[in-house]
């Protein structure tokens, strides 16, 4: 699609929408101030110090509007076999008759906002151009801090020719009718009915996930829910990095890892590329390279702080949107975590007055900041390398507080892509529905694969025949085991430095380790756990593998199979076996 077929969707859908106005977005520092005067001055935003907070802004949601609405998202395809059984699905046709009409003249007294933006570095031949039409200017403004977006979107249109097509709007928040449909088969997105990040900042979980998965799948490419890092070791190489767990299972900390200090007294060092999706593609030698396609952070807020993350308060220290946390009287924000004792006072993320001792949280679960990743003190110089980096591991991580060890080491890609497509998770904030259950997450990409589940795992098994002896190791790590007092036995945080060492020297042929049934794991002496402070008994916890435990996860992992039918690998069923033979 050329700029004038842009200029003419744009026209199609004013008619439909009948704004008031439209503005086509040029990315401009000018237009931003302009923009957050306007969310201020109609009470979208709260401008925060501007001291403690340089150019930064809380905002609030409407209170049925905080979180993914998994159930309202939806794969458009022709066949419903082809969404599968993990999507729900609805027939396009059918849904463009539906959102036509709720389209209809939905923007009349508003702003239509046109948003040309980037999904990749600049120059970058991984790089995709979107636009997004939408009446939320706050959906503008976390969008030019998410993406690279503007007249460099334009300029980019120009050369490639096409863009995906995103169209948006708030509509009347009303959950009976909310709808954030995807259509892989014309690389178009429409969201109708929510303001909330990742229902309406249509380049992340819309583009970068659901539909570049299918975009990948017909290119011979992957788009994964993944962040991306580099560690460098005391000799001085580089190995890259990128890792899957669900939301709020702590990707932004690890992808932020200060190591402790006795590791950077060593020699080593840990950047980040990116926090949460990468693209991988093969470079010209053969390995699978990564591009971060945002040029932003949509971090969770509760839990993060100067203990926990440091480059994370330091990124969104400034130029910062906070969207549902508390506001202090001195115009600064707090979330639960964030401090060891709460303020005496605050508005909490529904306005209302809140107080220690209070029933309900003064931050939501799922409360935001929205950073540039170029303010974080730790981001790679490597992050826009238009040909991405090379990987050399994928770690696979959910939050299970029993069955799973600490760490280990799948014996093959083939196996590795098993412990990917059979991950467990506790349920967290970041979705809507109960915290705790829980469930099946496939590569962390349970609500974000475009296609088939089944067809995905091929996908998955396709790319490491390609790749051969060049793919990346495959790892799984779980740092949330708890012991019998319900007392987490790993410290986490910066102390994850220990398993990523043992990961980096697994890539480079060394790191001891010993084989299990699961596959390999790291001895004691490896990880160096002295001085952390486990007895003999919580170490054995933490790497213990009860058969019959394991045995009860094999039957589990065939029934959650069974749904996928002659679309299930033959290969990840025999790898399920495989693991029950190891067992006995």
């Given at each position: 699609?050329?700029?004038?077929?842009?200029?003419?969707?744009?026209?199609?859908?004013?008619?439909?929408?009948?704004?008031?106005?439209?503005?086509?977005?040029?990315?401009?520092?000018?237009?931003?101030?302009?923009?957050?005067?306007?969310?201020?001055?109609?009470?979208?935003?709260?401008?925060?110090?501007?001291?403690?907070?340089?150019?930064?802004?809380?905002?609030?949601?409407?209170?049925?509007?905080?979180?993914?609405?998994?159930?309202?998202?939806?794969?458009?395809?022709?066949?419903?076999?082809?969404?599968?059984?993990?999507?729900?699905?609805?027939?396009?046709?059918?849904?463009?008759?539906?959102?036509?009409?709720?389209?209809?003249?939905?923007?009349?007294?508003?702003?239509?906002?046109?948003?040309?933006?980037?999904?990749?570095?600049?120059?970058?031949?991984?790089?995709?151009?979107?636009?997004?039409?939408?009446?939320?200017?706050?959906?503008?403004?976390?969008?030019?801090?998410?993406?690279?977006?503007?007249?460099?979107?334009?300029?980019?249109?120009?050369?490639?020719?096409?863009?995906?097509?995103?169209?948006?709007?708030?509509?009347?928040?009303?959950?009976?009718?909310?709808?954030?449909?995807?259509?892989?088969?014309?690389?178009?997105?429409?969201?109708?009915?929510?303001?909330?990040?990742?229902?309406?900042?249509?380049?992340?979980?819309?583009?970068?996930?659901?539909?570049?998965?299918?975009?990948?799948?017909?290119?011979?490419?992957?788009?994964?829910?993944?962040?991306?890092?580099?560690?460098?070791?005391?000799?001085?190489?580089?190995?890259?990095?990128?890792?899957?767990?669900?939301?709020?299972?702590?990707?932004?900390?690890?992808?932020?890892?200060?190591?402790?200090?006795?590791?950077?007294?060593?020699?080593?060092?840990?950047?980040?590329?990116?926090?949460?999706?990468?693209?991988?593609?093969?470079?010209?030698?053969?390995?699978?390279?990564?591009?971060?396609?945002?040029?932003?952070?949509?971090?969770?807020?509760?839990?993060?702080?100067?203990?926990?993350?440091?480059?994370?308060?330091?990124?969104?220290?400034?130029?910062?949107?906070?969207?549902?946390?508390?506001?202090?009287?001195?115009?600064?924000?707090?979330?639960?975590?964030?401090?060891?004792?709460?303020?005496?006072?605050?508005?909490?993320?529904?306005?209302?007055?809140?107080?220690?001792?209070?029933?309900?949280?003064?931050?939501?679960?799922?409360?935001?900041?929205?950073?540039?990743?170029?303010?974080?003190?730790?981001?790679?110089?490597?992050?826009?390398?238009?040909?991405?980096?090379?990987?050399?591991?994928?770690?696979?991580?959910?939050?299970?507080?029993?069955?799973?060890?600490?760490?280990?080491?799948?014996?093959?890609?083939?196996?590795?892509?098993?412990?990917?497509?059979?991950?467990?998770?506790?349920?967290?904030?970041?979705?809507?529905?109960?915290?705790?259950?829980?469930?099946?997450?496939?590569?962390?990409?349970?609500?974000?694969?475009?296609?088939?589940?089944?067809?995905?795992?091929?996908?998955?098994?396709?790319?490491?025949?390609?790749?051969?002896?060049?793919?990346?190791?495959?790892?799984?790590?779980?740092?949330?085991?708890?012991?019998?007092?319900?007392?987490?036995?790993?410290?986490?945080?910066?102390?994850?430095?220990?398993?990523?060492?043992?990961?980096?020297?697994?890539?480079?042929?060394?790191?001891?380790?010993?084989?299990?049934?699961?596959?390999?794991?790291?001895?004691?002496?490896?990880?160096?756990?002295?001085?952390?402070?486990?007895?003999?008994?919580?170490?054995?916890?933490?790497?213990?593998?009860?058969?019959?435990?394991?045995?009860?996860?094999?039957?589990?992992?065939?029934?959650?199979?069974?749904?996928?039918?002659?679309?299930?690998?033959?290969?990840?069923?025999?790898?399920?076996?495989?693991?029950?033979?190891r067992l006995s």
């Open positions: 699609m050329s700029s004038i077929e842009l200029e003419h969707w744009v026209d199609d859908v004013a008619r439909l929408t009948s704004p008031d106005r439209i503005q086509w977005c040029d990315g401009s520092a000018a237009e931003s101030d302009a923009l957050n005067r306007l969310l201020v001055e109609n009470g979208t935003f709260t401008p925060l110090d501007p001291q403690r907070h340089p150019n930064s802004f809380l905002a609030r949601s409407a209170i049925n509007d905080v979180s993914r609405t998994e159930g309202q998202t939806y794969i458009c395809c022709s066949r419903p076999e082809d969404a599968g059984p993990t999507n729900n699905w609805k027939n396009p046709q059918e849904i463009q008759h539906t959102l036509r009409g709720l389209f209809r003249g939905c923007m009349r007294g508003r702003t239509m906002y046109v948003v040309p933006y980037l999904m990749g570095p600049p120059n970058s031949p991984h790089t995709r151009v979107g636009v997004e039409l939408t009446d939320s200017p706050y959906v503008v403004a976390n969008m030019r801090i998410m993406t690279r977006m503007g007249q460099i979107a334009l300029d980019e249109l120009s050369r490639q020719g096409h863009f995906v097509k995103g169209l948006h709007s708030i509509g009347l928040l009303d959950p009976q009718e909310r709808y954030i449909c995807h259509f892989p088969e014309e690389d178009s997105i429409i969201s109708f009915g929510s303001n909330y990040g990742g229902n309406a900042l249509l380049g992340k979980k819309c583009l970068a996930l659901r539909l570049a998965s299918a975009i990948g799948r017909r290119e011979g490419w992957m788009a994964e829910h993944m962040l991306i890092l580099g560690i460098t070791d005391p000799q001085g190489r580089k190995t890259y990095i990128t890792a899957a767990f669900p939301s709020a299972c702590g990707k932004t900390n690890l992808a932020m890892l200060i190591p402790p200090p006795e590791y950077q007294a060593a020699g080593w060092k840990v950047e980040t590329i990116g926090d949460d999706i990468a693209w991988l593609r093969f470079g010209p030698d053969g390995r699978l390279y990564a591009i971060n396609p945002e040029a932003g952070f949509f971090g969770v807020a509760p839990g993060t702080s100067p203990l926990t993350n440091p480059n994370a308060m330091a990124a969104c220290r400034s130029n910062t949107i906070f969207t549902n946390v508390a506001l202090c009287p001195d115009n600064t924000v707090w979330w639960e975590g964030l401090t060891q004792e709460p303020p005496a006072e605050c508005i909490d993320w529904m306005g209302n007055s809140w107080k220690p001792g209070s029933t309900t949280p003064a931050a939501h679960p799922n409360s935001r900041f929205t950073a540039p990743a170029s303010q974080c003190p730790c981001i790679s110089p490597d992050w826009e390398r238009p040909e991405g980096v090379p990987i050399s591991a994928i770690i696979f991580g959910g939050r299970r507080a029993s069955v799973m060890p600490l760490v280990h080491q799948a014996f093959s890609w083939q196996h590795g892509t098993f412990l990917g497509a059979t991950m467990t998770s506790e349920k967290t904030a970041a979705a809507t529905g109960p915290v705790g259950v829980l469930r099946h997450d496939p590569m962390a990409m349970l609500p974000f694969c475009g296609y088939h589940m089944g067809d995905y795992w091929q996908h998955w098994l396709d790319m490491g025949a390609r790749g051969g002896d060049l793919m990346p190791r495959i790892f799984h790590v779980n740092w949330f085991r708890k012991d019998a007092q319900g007392r987490y036995l790993w410290p986490g945080f910066s102390d994850n430095m220990h398993v990523l060492k043992w990961i980096v020297e697994r890539c480079q042929g060394t790191g001891a380790a010993v084989t299990t049934p699961l596959g390999d794991m790291p001895t004691a002496e490896a990880l160096n756990l002295e001085g952390f402070g486990l007895s003999p008994e919580q170490q054995a916890e933490l790497f213990k593998v009860d058969r019959d435990e394991w045995r009860l996860e094999v039957h589990e992992r065939e029934k959650f199979f069974r749904q996928f039918g002659d679309r299930l690998p033959a290969g990840l069923r025999a790898e399920n076996e495989a693991l029950r033979q």
